[in-house]
């Protein structure tokens, strides 16, 4: 049906998010499921519409690369209630699933109940009937809710529009660079600004329960580790010893932080932080720069970047200790480890005959995919699904985002106008 | 760097050739505010805070030798090498002969790294480079307790574009005179 092997979609939403003009270039060989999103029905009291419900589950579907949903205009009929479908409008039009729902006006004001069903056209069933309760303050997360449930049930990969994703921002002002710890939504919106300063910001994680950010800030012109609590803002610095202090990633338990610490002599090598106690324990010893510690999903291993072969690449070491075995062999330059959650492969910064470009190595196979395209790509991370992975790279001078789907196929480019936009990382689930 | 060079040239001025046998006269202490206290720059100061009103302590003076505030301050590095280029050896050493003339003078070396790479590893190249200067600077008599290292790694260029030309001008370490 879509047989274009590459596509182009611009979104424009009037939003003041960071990814204020969402340009979203579908790259790859995918063929995208063609899907119809209703809009929704309200049946609220307030002449207002609290949120567009439609279109967040539209642009969450189409962002993630593997549908196409028609346009509005399209559509042969709008029904909000199961019982109105014809499937015979929507099959001639080549749509495979139909999305409807309705905003229903619960007992209080600010109190709504989302309803929505998702149809098999061809197999004429349904495949998803479901209704949740919902304030104004949590509708666009219910929406996000109802889009994860439709993407699992097509594609039977869980989805991520419920997750979150923290980057930094640095934007020229008159004496200098303004730098911005943020965290938004996964589309961009919701954005809030957790920390800003003068002096740079860096290497954002999150904790295993998405509740708290570790990052390094170099205010006072020196670099300490915090780790700060997103909903209250307090923060406290767990980490501030002579010279570097770097690289923070927390532990599967969260108990821990994997840091670089550099000493006075400048010699990075890898610590363990126990973040209650602020006891530290060295993980390597070598003279060359070991860092960007990370730890594996099952917690046995930290995984860093060593160049005490000459140049960069991967080693790993046991959590405990012990000496290190170098993972990667392929190419000359191999930095920022990152464990895909599932433990299956490990995403990588990679020098590819003189750009830097994202790849991703399976641990069993040892082989390495090269997925991005650009010069200067970096920080890659994966989302909590393993199915796809967000990092930076370069657009006329800033740093900019892109998401690329672990296979490859799908990639995508989120533009901003918030100045040099870098180091994003992607939240673990929600716990609820 | 230009308050420091206002600072020399103000030191120039009132100060009279020969009129004593002086003796180094410590800067007015605020000079490290251009670089920010814990407060991240917000601490700013003007001249008349840290020359105008001070009545009660002797005024002017210059160093014995050569001024630190004079010379250059940033050595640049090739790509991916912290070995500090032959023409900057003789810089470090009039450097290192202030400091060691000078024990009570601290300076912090800032090192940098262009933009290619990971940002972390960046900052281990940045820190790299400093230790360079660090150590080239105790070798020639600068105490250990008088140096301080930072690196920024790529996270504050000194040029912004993504050249080679802009790659050069971000590989860097500069010295700055903390008091």
Request: hydrophobic share 30%; no cysteine; charged share 25%.
């Given at each position: 049906m879509i047989s274009n092997k590459k596509l182009l979609i611009f979104i424009f939403f009037m939003t003041k998010s960071v990814f204020a003009e969402l340009v979203i270039d579908v790259q790859g060989v995918s063929q995208p499921t063609p899907i119809a999103i209703v809009p929704f029905g309200f049946q609220v009291n307030s002449s207002i519409v609290p949120l567009d419900i439609s279109s967040v589950i539209k642009s969450d579907l189409l962002r993630s690369g593997r549908f196409l949903p028609i346009d509005v205009s399209d559509m042969l009929q709008k029904p909000t209630d199961g019982a109105d479908i014809y499937f015979d409008d929507w099959t001639v039009l080549g749509v495979e699933a139909v999305v409807i729902g309705k905003l229903i006006q619960g007992r209080q004001s600010d109190a709504y109940i989302l309803q929505f069903q998702l149809f098999d056209t061809f197999r004429r069933k349904q495949l998803i009937g479901f209704r949740m309760p919902a304030t104004s303050s949590t509708l666009r997360a219910a929406a996000h809710r109802a889009a994860d449930m439709i993407y699992e049930e097509l594609t039977g990969i869980k989805g991520v529009f419920g997750t979150r994703v923290a980057y930094v921002t640095a934007k020229k002002q008159l004496d200098g660079l303004l730098y911005s710890l943020i965290?938004?939504?996964?589309?961009?919106?919701?954005?809030?600004?957790?920390?800003?300063?003068?002096?740079?910001?860096?290497?954002?994680?999150?904790?295993?329960?998405?509740?708290?950010?570790?990052?390094?800030?170099?205010?006072?012109?020196?670099?300490?580790?915090?780790?700060?609590?997103?909903?209250?803002?307090?923060?406290?610095?767990?980490?501030?010893?002579?010279?570097?202090?770097?690289?923070?990633?927390?532990?599967?338990?969260?108990?821990?932080?994997?840091?670089?610490?550099?000493?006075?002599?400048?010699?990075?090598?890898?610590?363990?932080?126990?973040?209650?106690?602020?006891?530290?324990?060295?993980?390597?010893?070598?003279?060359?720069?070991?860092?960007?510690?990370?730890?594996?999903?099952?917690?046995?291993?930290?995984?860093?970047?060593?160049?005490?072969?000459?140049?960069?690449?991967?080693?790993?070491?046991?959590?405990?200790?012990?000496?290190?075995?170098?993972?990667?062999?392929?190419?000359?330059?191999?930095?920022?480890?990152?464990?895909?959650?599932?433990?299956?492969?490990?995403?990588?910064?990679?020098?590819?005959?003189?750009?830097?470009?994202?790849?991703?190595?399976?641990?069993?196979?040892?082989?390495?995919?090269?997925?991005?395209?650009?010069?200067?790509?970096?920080?890659?991370?994966?989302?909590?699904?393993?199915?796809?992975?967000?990092?930076?790279?370069?657009?006329?001078?800033?740093?900019?985002?892109?998401?690329?789907?672990?296979?490859?196929?799908?990639?995508?480019?989120?533009?901003?106008?918030?100045?040099?936009?870098?180091?994003?990382?992607?939240?673990?689930?929600?716990?609820? | 760097m230009s308050y420091h060079k206002m600072f020399v040239i103000l030191l120039f001025s009132t100060f009279l050739a020969g009129c004593s046998s002086s003796i180094p006269v410590p800067d007015p202490e605020p000079t490290n505010t251009t670089y920010g206290g814990s407060n991240d720059n917000t601490n700013v100061y003007n001249e008349a805070d840290t020359f105008g009103t001070s009545s009660d302590g002797i005024i002017g003076g210059e160093y014995i030798g050569e001024a630190a505030e004079v010379l250059e301050n940033v050595i640049y590095f090739d790509f991916d090498s912290s070995e500090v280029p032959a023409e900057n050896q003789e810089l470090i050493s009039r450097h290192a002969g202030h400091l060691s003339l000078n024990s009570f003078r601290n300076v912090r070396l800032e090192g940098h790294a262009d933009e290619q790479g990971s940002r972390e590893y960046n900052i281990g190249l940045g820190e790299r480079r400093a230790q360079a200067v660090r150590q080239m600077l105790m070798i020639q008599g600068v105490d250990v307790s008088q140096i301080q290292t930072v690196s920024f790694g790529e996270e504050r260029p000194e040029s912004m574009g993504d050249s080679e030309d802009d790659y050069a001008q971000n590989r860097r370490v500069e010295i700055k005179y903390m008091n």
């Open positions: 965290v938004s939504d996964q589309d961009g919106e919701n954005d809030n600004v957790l920390m800003e300063s003068k002096n740079p910001i860096m290497s954002p994680a999150w904790s295993p329960d998405s509740r708290q950010l570790a990052y390094v800030s170099f205010e006072g012109s020196k670099s300490s580790i915090f780790v700060q609590t997103l909903r209250s803002g307090n923060r406290f610095q767990v980490s501030n010893k002579p010279g570097v202090n770097g690289a923070p990633a927390f532990s599967p338990d969260g108990r821990k932080l994997v840091i670089t610490l550099g000493g006075i002599n400048g010699n990075l090598d890898i610590y363990v932080l126990d973040i209650v106690s602020r006891r530290t324990k060295r993980i390597t010893t070598h003279r060359a720069i070991d860092t960007e510690g990370t730890w594996s999903p099952d917690g046995q291993y930290i995984y860093f970047m060593s160049d005490r072969s000459g140049g960069p690449q991967i080693y790993r070491v046991l959590a405990e200790g012990g000496s290190p075995e170098r993972v990667t062999f392929e190419g000359s330059y191999n930095a920022r480890p990152r464990l895909s959650p599932d433990g299956t492969r490990i995403a990588m910064v990679h020098n590819d005959s003189g750009k830097y470009r994202i790849a991703v190595m399976n641990l069993d196979r040892k082989d390495l995919l090269v997925l991005s395209s650009g010069r200067q790509d970096e920080s890659p991370s994966f989302a909590p699904n393993s199915d796809i992975l967000i990092y930076a790279t370069r657009q006329g001078g800033d740093g900019v985002l892109e998401t690329v789907s672990s296979d490859g196929l799908i990639r995508q480019k989120m533009a901003s106008g918030q100045g040099d936009v870098r180091e994003p990382v992607w939240s673990p689930f929600p716990i609820f | -």
